[in-house]
């Protein structure tokens, strides 16, 4: 059963990274996908950049495209980074944080999502290259728990503090207990 609470709506600001400017904003699809067992699916990213050496978790999405609506966009992009053809039970809501770093303001629209089937990834060639990308298959609790564990970084703090009210919010639209 899903309850159908208003939409969550977030306004968070990047206190990790020295703020100089920002310069573009960035619309962003993303999924909280999960199973009929109440399993739920995210990436797990390896990172050595700008940001710094980092192992990460984080829900599946990105950037929505040039004349693509944000429903096209997260299944696609589902599509790619899990393999995962799903079925979108309705919008979450949308945070809105930024990343100091890069200059960017991110607008991340969120998706609650059922998976249907799963088949071939169509990773982009530099998210094998430099991010190392793997689907991670977590219950809520220990999803928690790995958003805890990657917080040890400045980039991994900035990806929970958005993901993890997200995820107590599906927690209470899933009815979890």
Avoid: W
């Avoid at 199973?35 to 990213?45: A, G, L």
């Avoid at 978790?57 to 997260?74: D, F, N, P, Q, R």
């Avoid at 809105?96 to 060639?125: A, Q, W």
């Avoid at 728990?145 to 958005?162: D, F, P, V």
Wanted: hydrophobic share 35%; with cysteine; proline share 2%.
């Amino acid at each position: 059963m899903i309850s159908k609470e208003s939409k969550l709506s977030l306004r968070l600001q990047d206190r990790e990274f020295p703020f100089a400017y920002i310069d573009h904003d960035r619309e962003i699809a993303r999924g909280i996908v999960f199973d009929e067992e109440k399993n739920f699916y995210f990436v797990r990213i390896h990172r050595d950049d700008s940001f710094g050496k980092a192992t990460l978790i984080e829900t599946a999405g990105g950037g929505v495209e040039k004349g693509e609506s944000l429903e096209t966009a997260i299944k696609r992009e589902l599509k790619e980074e899990l393999g995962a053809e799903v079925e979108i039970l309705q919008e979450i809501g949308i945070v809105s944080d930024y990343y100091n770093h890069v200059h960017r303001h991110n607008i991340n629209h969120y998706f609650l999502c059922k998976v249907r089937s799963f088949g071939e990834k169509n990773l982009m060639p530099y998210e094998i290259r430099d991010f190392h990308m793997e689907t991670l298959k977590l219950s809520y609790e220990v999803a928690i728990e790995e958003y805890k564990k990657c917080s040890n970084t400045k980039l991994g703090r900035l990806i929970a503090q958005r993901e993890v009210p997200v995820l107590e919010e599906v927690k209470k639209m899933l009815l979890i207990h």
